[in-house]
Every structure is written in C-alpha cells, then in structure tokens.
C-alpha cells in the first residue's frame, strides 16, 4: 500500500539574531538555513495495517504524513501510496485518503457538522442513497444523532473530533492519515475515538497511519510503530520488541495485606516506587519468575502486577541515546 | 470528442452542484445574522449616494455641463458599473477569497487542498454575502437615474452588451483579486493589500477620459478599470467600437490565464515551502 524509499525533505528557514541591530540588519541581509524535517526515511506498509508514528516534537512525523497524503513535494526519495504519486493530488488518489488532524478542523464552523458532510458528499460524489446508508452507520457508532444538527462552534471539543471523523469518513476511504486524533479529549472520549478507529480498520480493511503523543493511543491502536527522531528512522518493529530492545526490564508491581511494607524490599530488585502498602520493583526479565516466587512466599500479597515499563519511559531512554550517539558523532566528525 | 464534451459537460453540472451547495451553506449561515441585511441596505444606499455626490459637486461648477465629453447623466452610468461591481467585490468575492487566507493563517488550507475538486472553485465559492445583493439594488436605482436624466433608454442590443461587459468585468475583478491573494502564501497578511486595491479601484468612478496620459493608460491595461466600468457604460450608451469591445475581451482573457497561472504557483509555493 505504501512504499517509502530515502524519503527527504529539507527546508530553508532564515534565521534572525535577538536585539534591534540584528533586526536592522536582517532586513537586508538574512541568513539561511538548511533544517532537515525528514532526513533518508524508508519503510513499507501493507494494505489494512495499523501502523503509529512515533517521535518528540520536530521529529518529522506530521512532515512525513503530509508527504504521504500530498500535501507536500518530497526534495528527494520516492514515495508511493496505492501506486500514486502523492503530490500530483490526482482525483482517485484524493478519494481514497483522509487526513485528520487533532488541532485543526474542516467543520464550517458556524454551521451544523451535517451541512460539512452534504459538501463533502458532492466532493466526493458519494450517491445519497449510499451516503444516507454511511450517514446511519457512523451516526449510530460514534453516537453523535442531535450533535450533527448543533452548530458546530457549540459542540465540545470531543464531540467535535467525531463530527471530524464522520466528514473525514463518508467517502469511505481506504487509507486514515491521523494526526493527533485524541489532542485535548478527556480519557473516556480518548477511548471512544480509538475503540471507533479500530473498529473502522477491521470491518473496512482501511489502512491507518496515525502520530500521537499519547502512548496509549499508540499501544491500543498500532500492532507496529515507526519511531521518528530529527526526521531519521529510530526503529521499525512492535512496542513488545521496542521495549525488548531499548529497556528490557520488567516492573512488579505489589500491594501487601494490612496496607504495611515490608523493609529490605532492595533485596528482591530496584525499587522505582513505593505508597501506602504498595512498591513497584523493577528487575531483568530472567530475574522475575524466580523472584515472583520468593515474593509470595515471604510476604502475604493482596494484589501483584507484572508489566512493561511504560512507553514514555522507553522512547525517553531511546531518544536520549540517540542524542547522545548523534553528539558523538558529531565530536568524532569534527 | 463527443467523449471529451461529455466530460466538459459532466464537469461543469458536478461544479454546478457544488456551487449550490456552497450557496446553500453561504445563505443558512446569512440567515443567523438578519439584522447584516437592514444595515447593509442602508450602508450601500448611503454609499451610492456619497459616490454620486461628487458628480453633483464637479458638474454644478461646470459650465456647460460636460466634463471631457461626458455628461452628468452619461457619468453617472459610470458610477452605476462602478456601483455593480462594488456589490460584486463585497458579496462574491471578497467574503470567499478572504476565507483563503484565512485558511493560510490558521493551516487548514490542507483540507482544501486535499479534496477531490478544483481548490481554487473551492476557495472562491466559499463564502457569499447575500445580504450585500442591497448594492445590485443601488445601482439598478443610479441606471434608472441616469437614464431618465439622458431622456433616452437603451436598445436591446447595448443592453446586452452592456451586461456582457458587466460580466466580464467581474471576471477581470475576480482575476486581480485572485492574484491579492496569492500574495497570502507568501506574506501572510495581505490586508493592506486589499484595502491598497480597493482604493486603487476607487478611480473606476470616473470616466476613464478624465485621465491623461500614463494614468489612462495604466487604468485601461494595468489596473484596467477603465475597462470595468467606463466600457460597460459606453456600451450601454451606444458609443463603444467593437475595438474596444474586443480589446475588454481579450484584457480579460489573459488576466484570467495569468490569474491562473500565479494561483498554481502559489499553491506550489506553499506545497513544498510549508511544514
């Protein structure tokens, strides 16, 4: 469905010293520099996959998402979606893809979500009684009947985003760019827009390309991430193997009978947190059988955990890393 | 070629479809502010009289009552076009293109972009201010004025053609327009621009004859209001040659291709310069 090879894409950006004389002297003379938003990335993705972006702020995720939909003329590389080439914008192109973006909208504003999805209709020449039929069944799955009569600068921001996604859907297209779809939404409409996003790729088969910040939408929703860092690619694999790979640890988590914790728990591995009758210990994963046992025999145990450490954790040891190898690189080449 | 006029047929009746939809959704959203259209009505009646007005005053210290060949009634046919394609500006095209640079500031041209449709159809046909349809009122009321004030009606034949230049003149409106707004993609607030054009516009008042020299010929060919209003209004008179009838047409098709053409490049501009 999607095949990537060196994709680049580089800016220029000019650059301005602070203080009024070098504002002066910017008016005539700018610097130009060269920033480097996506740097050699290669991947492929198949057809029906769900598949997440990964990566800190500037890391290249929404620039390579832009390249992928079209938005955007790669300075070098090849990019190939469902065998077009995304920029030349081409009419079936453009009907197969969505973009959604969490921080932006395509709903007319002052205006109820439903007049948005009429014009989108006539876009994209959906028939009415098929697009009467998809109307039915996004307003019944994501559960949105009145707010789709309610002008849209009323709706929260929540019932927003799903207004979005039924405009974004009513095409029913094959390929979802979503970027940041659960920005700013409490936890249970996080939930709500991820359990609908997966439910839209298993009965469609549609392929889903999404970047978040949120790693739980990320471990929900995307059997495989592509972690992303100053526009290079970090890691291609899922988020058992980067973990694996990057923080191999396990943590236990354990609450004890009677709300007491016991000393000496140092014995049994790092201890990264303790509260009132609880500690979470973190050990090498070989280590953890053996000392689940002991644990339960010493101790009288009420609740007991055993988990990865969380995502956050293991992209911020990865890309602390990453810094350090490209620092090193850096002395070595100068 | 009957297959590529059946496509040009198809196209145009989908572009057509838009283009009510579009509508539709201009005048639901004219309908959450009724009290826009008794301001409007009376805002354009108090603008078409401040734009007779002058007249009154120049022609009453005339003598003679002509003014480089044209007389106050002829004049104020002028001012009628001038009128018309005012109430163009403020409720077809200014509304839909000043939603382009908004869609600029804010990002969401991507979704424009991203459609399955012409962006620059879809840019153009955003937005319309019905309410403003009180200046096409205004200047129906300034041609009845003049008419009668002339003592003679116009035949059919300048009628239409009168109308015709009137259409091409918003064609040639929507053109300058259309390259203001590309100047959004690369410096973002273009509104001293407009407000620099409309006054520019502003000439298109008066008889293009009370000009001389360079000024004439730089509001004929480079900002052509002349040809906007002056030729519309000659038409309806009677008096314009089919030279200048011609030269109105092909002023306007090559603003229209180079309006174009700077449109595709702006958009490329922003395709590959934005982040």
């Known amino acids: 469905m999607i095949e990537v090879e060196h994709l680049k894409k580089y800016y220029s950006v000019f650059r301005r010293e602070p203080g009024l004389r070098n504002s002066l002297k910017a008016l005539f003379r700018r610097q130009k520099t060269e920033v480097r938003a996506v740097d050699g990335l290669s991947f492929h993705i198949a057809e029906g996959k769900r598949v997440g972006f990964l990566g800190p702020n500037g890391a290249g995720k929404t620039t390579t998402l832009k390249m992928l939909s079209g938005l955007l003329y790669p300075s070098s590389g090849k990019v190939l979606v469902d065998g077009h080439l995304p920029h030349k914008r081409e009419t079936d192109f453009l009907k197969k893809i969505i973009l959604v973006m969490g921080q932006k909208q395509q709903l007319l504003w002052d205006l109820p979500p439903l007049e948005t999805l009429e014009l989108n209709r006539a876009i994209y020449e959906v028939q009415k009684p098929v697009f009467r039929k998809r109307l039915e069944a996004l307003t019944e799955l994501l559960d949105i009947g009145p707010q789709l009569r309610t002008p849209a600068r009323q709706l929260s921001l929540g019932e927003r985003m799903k207004c979005e996604l039924a405009a974004g859907l009513i095409h029913s297209p094959k390929l979802l760019f979503l970027d940041e779809p659960t920005i700013g939404l409490d936890v249970s409409m996080q939930q709500t827009i991820r359990e609908f996003i997966r439910s839209y790729n298993e009965k469609e088969g549609a392929t889903l390309i999404l970047t978040s910040h949120n790693m739980d939408d990320v471990e929900a929703l995307c059997p495989r991430i592509l972690v992303i860092d100053k526009g290079r690619l970090l890691f291609d694999g899922s988020v058992a193997e980067l973990v694996a790979q990057v923080k191999p640890e396990k943590r236990i988590g354990l609450r004890f009978e009677d709300n007491k914790l016991p000393e000496n728990l140092e014995a049994y591995g790092r201890v990264v947190s303790t509260g009132v009758g609880e500690a979470t210990l973190q050990l090498n994963r070989e280590e953890v059988s053996g000392v689940l046992g002991q644990l339960l025999a010493r101790f009288a145990i009420k609740d007991l955990t055993v988990e990865n450490p969380p995502l956050e954790e293991v992209m911020g040891e990865l890309f602390s890393k990453h810094a350090f190898l490209r620092h090193e690189e850096g002395t070595e080449s100068t | ?275």
Request: aromatic share 14%.
């Open chain 2, 1 to 275: 070629m009957s297959g590529i006029l059946r496509h040009l047929g198809v196209s145009m009746w989908r572009y057509l479809k838009l283009l009510g939809i579009q509508l539709k959704a201009s005048l639901l959203l004219s309908m959450q502010y009724r009290a826009d259209f008794f301001i409007d009505a009376v805002i354009s009646m108090f603008w078409a009289v401040t734009a007779i007005a002058p007249l009154w005053v120049v022609y009453g210290e005339r003598v003679g009552g002509q003014i480089s060949g044209w007389s106050l009634g002829e004049a104020m046919l002028v001012v009628g076009c001038f009128i018309f394609l005012q109430a163009v500006l403020e409720g077809v095209i200014q509304p839909s293109l000043q939603t382009v640079v908004e869609h600029i500031r804010k990002g969401t041209l991507d979704f424009v972009l991203l459609k399955p449709a012409d962006a620059q159809f879809l840019v153009s046909t955003a937005r319309f201010q019905p309410w403003k349809a009180s200046n096409f009122l205004a200047s129906g009321v300034i041609f009845g004025v003049a008419f009668a004030r002339l003592e003679v009606w116009p035949s059919l034949g300048n009628l239409a053609q009168g109308a015709l230049l009137l259409v091409v003149a918003t064609g040639l409106l929507y053109s300058l327009w259309i390259w203001v707004v590309s100047a959004a993609f690369v410096v973002v607030k273009v509104n001293n621009l407009t407000f620099l054009l409309s006054a520019i516009l502003d000439v298109g008042r008066w008889p293009v004859g009370v000009f001389r020299g360079v000024l004439r010929w730089v509001f004929t060919f480079v900002i052509p209001t002349a040809l906007m209003t002056t030729f519309p209004a000659q038409a309806l008179l009677g008096v314009l040659s089919w030279a200048e009838f011609r030269l109105v047409i092909v002023c306007a098709v090559v603003f229209a291709i180079v309006s174009r053409w700077v449109w595709l490049r702006s958009i490329r501009y922003y395709t590959s310069a934005s982040s």
